[in-house]
């Protein structure tokens, strides 16, 4: 079974740095998606970036473009999303996602696997 469980969230000033880490404990991929999500109070939860498991593409929402990078060590089951240059917009609990399947269009819902949740807070 996979499971997932993010780490590193924190509460960070205004233009600071945190890098997310995602660990699967369970089952393995030999191929599919490893993606992070975020949803701020009241709000729909929200596409950040993914990365192709095994194959090492990414894609990324508009709102982190330039800002954010993904990235995954296969051998320690493990994908990272650093956040550089934090805006207090990008306050939210970012949850780790993952699917047996290539994901093209990064709705929550063809995701199969799902993490508890990391609180990143960026104070003003």
């Known amino acids: 079974q996979v499971q997932l469980v993010e780490s590193g969230g924190a509460l960070v000033q205004a233009g600071g740095s945190l890098r997310l880490s995602c660990a699967n404990s369970?089952?393995?991929?030999?191929?599919?998606?490893m993606g992070w999500f975020r949803q701020a109070p009241g709000k729909e939860r929200e596409f950040v970036a993914a990365i192709r498991w095994g194959g090492g593409s990414t894609s990324y929402g508009d709102s982190v473009k330039d800002r954010f990078t993904i990235s995954g060590d296969n051998a320690k089951n493990t994908v990272y999303l650093q956040m550089n240059g934090l805006k207090p917009e990008d306050t939210a609990v970012y949850y780790c996602a993952a699917s047996s399947r290539i994901i093209l269009v990064h709705a929550p819902l063809l995701y199969d696997y799902w993490g508890q949740g990391t609180q990143v807070t960026v104070s003003s």
């Open positions: 369970g089952r393995t991929f030999r191929t599919g998606t």
